[in-house]
């Protein structure tokens, strides 16, 4: 009797406990933990650099909105901007790395290169997000194949555990990230498909090999 009463009040203690930390938390606080949660659904135990970023709080954005050109911010009016990120983009033919800027509103995703709009995923149609275990910042939006995209999106992000969360939770689409070891197929444009191989080496690298494959190190 002793052991059942000392172990219904050690459970009430840690509710009473969890109650008064819940409560605690400020809404910031609170947003930060339940982006870190998805983080981990996600990467736990898959990628590269996973535990390291755990001290790391997601900032809301890495640009603000008067960051972008006004031109940009006239064609996507009307949506509420939620997350903007540098990024290196990847062309799907040539492999060639361009400059480039991750806007994420609460609908689409969009690549911006100054004032000009490169693509638009709507997050309707997103139909996955794929990195590779590694620690590289890689990551591929696999758009449907339609008139309207011109084939999937190769992108490299510093920040690559921040702006995959922020992008699956803004889509809803968690369940379609897929975390890949050696390498991914992405699909070029016109019924064509191309191919990415992951590995390790002395340096960090990105480069068209002599197969005409996409190399990242």
Known sequence: FLMQTSEMLRKICMRNLVR????????ERKVQLQQKV???????????????SLSQPFLDTRLRESDLNP???QLIR????KYVTPVIKYDRNGFKARERLLVLTQSSAYVVEMAKIKQKIEYSTLKGISTSNLSDGIVVIHVPEDNKQKGDVILQCEHIFETVTKLCILANKQSLVKVVKGSLRFRVGSGKEGTMVFTVGPEPQVFKDKTGQLTVV
Do not use: D
């Not at 008064?20 to 809404?27: H, M």
């Not at 998805?38 to 390291?52: D, I, M, P, Q, R």
């Open 71 to 73: 031109k940009v911010l």
């Open 38 to 52: 998805v983080t981990s659904a996600v990467f736990s135990g898959k990628k590269e650099g996973y535990l390291e």
């Open 78 to 81: 009307g949506e509420n901007i």
């Open 20 to 27: 008064k930390y819940c409560r605690g938390l400020t809404a």
